[in-house]
């Protein structure tokens, strides 16, 4: 159950793109702040502007 | 299977027998004979349970049946699906190698290329596929009864929509995480490419056209429901204050957050709805809220709006994923009984929701619960540069379409528990069943399906609105069906604030495809564009912004509007339109998928995805035939353009003629455009399996994964 719910936490966390600020904070030596963030979001923004959304 | 599966034991077997001879080796292997008889037991349960369920489905006839019948059918099927024909798949004709670096690795940046767990993929990969196509296209196709869209949604899924995801997510992974349209390209030629593109923004117009109305039929003349939904607009802006500001990336927080802000508006849209002096503030008629949902998707495409769009796209995802999963829960919980036949007599075409004969306009209407061409565009997205082994594709492909078919069979039968009459009230445009609700209640009871207008007023007092008749486009069919369940497993409590609850789903979901879906096609079209005149491809050049934004939304707002004006509800033309621009992009898809199969000779399997091919193009084939050709104004375009010519003058007779046409010459296009990349295809396959060209694959070189110990 406790291997679930961790399981769980680590997809929602993904999905929700908290893994993906973490991985940018390793990759650009960065420590979370307001501006670390707001890269990230340009970042993110510029990447996910282009992906489709299906039907 | 069991074949080889046996040879296997033996040789373990004999190994084993070599090595050790002591009594506690025999044991081992006695209980690993006993382990495999067990799988062997447990798989014949769930088949025989499966087929049980099935054969009570398709054959039971005269009084209502469970729905637990279809869900137990769906499951089995599916999990008979995956563990017996998805394997065939990978092993023999894919020939999945678990030692072979995939993209994530290989061109691993932190950024685009990620090596990550297969479940967080399966997650994202079902987020990124699941849209609103599974749950309306169902609920339209009901009108046949249950039992022809539950037949194709779970046959189509196993045999077609997974196998097409499948298999391009494999051809993808390996040639580096290659689009559909570069794969056409490089694997059938340049008029593929073309085809795949010109396709997908046709897609994405008329779905953006059609989804939008959708939303405006939902919400029109309903405070409540748009109180709710416009609501979510400064609930956005506050999540991604806080966001930024406040909690930076704290995400699931602020998400979670968001949503309770969300149920806060669903109640206070109550209060709005019972307040007559604010109720008329949030009280539009249709061509308002089009009018706003177009200047919104404007919006949205051309300005910076990260602080709205980002919050939201969680926001909805979180509703999403979380409503998919109770709608589940519920149904099981509450086992309703399916009021809808098994089948209708509107298998001859003449029914009220949409007009066709059930071949082929079912399964052009249910689509992408079955099959869909957009998700080999998320399939050879995303998704292939997460992929962490070569051999988890067949979860994530197989397993993540098979899970959105289920969200299709729960549409199926949230409509199907609805009284007949109450779901064709419902779904009815006015021009189909008659003008006023009187008239509509003596067409519908007249087929066979009693209604009464105090049964429908009732229902509407429950659920807080005015009036549910004419309420096409199935959001508001569906949101009945699941704030019936919902209300159900609460002992009957609470039915206007469940239905509401859908309501927002829906159309928080299907804002957020709208906006999402501008931007993807504004910069598609700059992307195109740029290749005229390089400036207009400069994705951050305000004036190609401005210019890509009007010619996406006004090309999906022509349609939105052509629908609203539309006496017949505009889904009727709208939605078999979208189906078969849909089913001819998954056409391509397989086409491009067929072609690698023979080319990395394994013309033998050619049957696995050149049947499903086969089908789709007899199925859109016959219906763009019917949806220009066919002598019923009701369903062919040109038969309508010629009846409103013969008819009288009216201010708008030309717009409406233009509309027709413009609908048949899309159609016309495309079926000539996908019968060119159909005939490459077939060339290039002829070629390879006679003989005259080499079958050569243009795969990625092979790289051995470094993280062999991990598969071992």
Redesign the interface.
């Known amino acids: 159950m406790k291997t679930f719910f961790e399981l769980m936490l680590a997809t929602l966390r993904e999905i929700f793109d908290e893994n993906a600020y973490q991985r940018f904070l390793f990759r650009t030596s960065s420590v979370p702040s307001v501006e670390s963030y707001g890269r990230f979001v340009q970042e993110r923004d510029a990447a996910m502007a282009k992906r489709p959304r299906c039907c | 299977m069991l074949l080889n599966g046996a040879m296997l034991a033996g040789l373990a077997c004999t190994i084993s027998l070599l090595k050790h001879h002591s009594q506690l080796e025999t044991d081992i292997e006695r209980g690993n004979r006993m382990s495999k008889l067990v799988r062997i037991l447990v798989w014949i349960v769930v088949a025989v349970a499966g087929a049980l369920s099935l054969a009570t489905v398709a054959l039971h006839r005269g009084e209502a049946i469970s729905a637990m019948w279809l869900v137990v059918a769906a499951l089995c099927t599916y999990a008979v699906g995956y563990r017996f024909y998805s394997k065939f798949i990978a092993a023999k004709v894919l020939t999945l190698d678990a030692m072979r670096a995939t993209p994530a690795e290989r061109l691993e940046n932190?950024?685009?290329f990620?090596r990550?767990?297969k479940?967080?993929v399966f997650?994202?990969h079902f987020?990124?596929?699941?849209?609103?196509?599974p749950l309306v296209g169902p609920v339209l196709a009901a009108q046949f009864g249950y039992l022809p869209g539950t037949l194709w949604i779970l046959a189509g899924a196993v045999f077609g929509g997974c196998v097409q995801d499948f298999v391009i997510l494999l051809c993808s992974v390996r040639r580096d995480g290659k689009s559909l349209g570069q794969m056409a390209r490089d694997e059938i030629s340049k008029t593929a490419g073309i085809v795949a593109f010109v396709a997908?923004i046709s897609?994405?117009v008329i779905?953006l056209a059609v989804?939008a109305l959708v939303v405006v039929n939902a919400l029109k003349d309903s405070p409540w429901g748009t109180f709710t939904i416009g609501m979510t607009i400064p609930i956005a802006l506050l999540m991604g204050v806080y966001?930024?500001?406040v909690r930076?990336?704290?995400?699931?927080e602020a998400?979670i957050a968001g949503f309770l802000l969300v149920m806060a508006a669903i109640f206070g849209g109550q209060w709005v709805s019972q307040t007559p002096n604010v109720a008329h503030l949030f009280t539009f008629a249709g061509p308002t809220l089009a009018l706003l949902i177009i200047t919104y998707g404007f919006a949205a495409s051309a300005v910076?709006v990260?602080l709205l769009l980002?919050p939201r796209?969680?926001l909805s995802?979180?509703v999403k994923?979380g409503t998919i999963a109770i709608l589940v829960i519920g149904v099981i919980a509450v086992r309703p009984t399916l009021q809808m036949p098994a089948i209708t007599r509107f298998i001859d075409g003449s029914g009220p929701v949409f007009a066709g004969s059930l071949f082929p306009f079912a399964f052009i209407t249910i689509?992408?619960g079955a099959i869909?061409g957009?998700?080999s565009?998320?399939s050879s997205?995303?998704t292939p540069k997460l992929i962490a082994r070569e051999t988890q594709t067949r979860m994530v492909g197989y397993g993540a379409m098979a899970a959105e078919s289920l969200v299709g069979i729960m549409a199926i039968i949230a409509a199907c528990t609805l009284q007949p009459g109450t779901y064709l009230a419902v779904n009815s445009g006015a021009g189909m069943v008659g003008q006023t609700p009187q008239a509509a209640v003596v067409t519908i009871t007249d087929w066979g399906f009693p209604v009464t207008s105090d049964q429908m007023d009732t229902l509407a007092k429950n659920v807080g609105e005015k009036t549910l008749f004419f309420r096409t486009g199935g959001a508001p069919a569906f949101a009945l069906g699941m704030a019936k369940i919902f209300s159900d497993s609460l002992g009957g409590k609470a039915m206007a604030i469940w239905y509401h609850f859908a309501i927002m789903f829906e159309a928080l979901f299907i804002l957020?495809?709208l906006d999402?879906?501008t931007?993807?096609g504004r910069?598609m079209l700059q992307d195109a564009l740029g290749h005229i005149w390089k400036p207009l491809g400069r994705t951050s050049w305000y004036p190609s912004i401005l210019v890509t934004s009007a010619l996406m939304v006004g090309g999906w707002g022509y349609f939105l509007w052509q629908g609203i004006r539309d006496p017949l509800g505009g889904i009727n033309s709208l939605w078999p339109l979208?189906g078969i621009c849909?089913q001819l992009l998954a056409a391509v898809a397989l086409c491009v998928a067929t072609t690698i199969i023979v080319r990395m000779g394994k013309a033998r399997y050619i049957w696995v995805t050149l049947v499903p091919l086969c089908w789709l193009l007899a199925v859109t084939f016959t219906a763009s035939w019917h949806k220009i050709f066919n002598p019923n104004p009701l369903i062919g375009f040109l038969a309508h353009a010629r009846q409103l010519a013969a008819g009288p003058v009216t201010a708008d007779l030309g717009h409406r003629l233009f509309n027709d046409r413009l609908d048949v010459a899309i159609t016309g296009i495309l079926v000539m455009l996908v019968t060119v990349v159909v005939i490459e295809s077939a060339l290039q396959w002829a070629s390879v399996i006679s003989g005259r060209q080499q079958a050569v694959t243009r795969e990625a070189p092979f790289v051995h994964t470094r993280y062999a110990e991990e598969t071992a």
Request: glycine fraction near 12%.
């Open positions: 932190g950024r685009d990620i990550t767990n479940w967080v997650g994202h987020a990124a596929i699941a849209g609103p196509g997908v897609i994405m779905l989804v966001l930024r500001y930076p990336g704290k995400v699931l998400s910076p990260w980002a796209d969680y995802t979180f994923l689509a992408c869909s957009f998700h565009l998320i997205g995303t957020t495809v999402a879906g931007r993807v910069f979208f849909n």
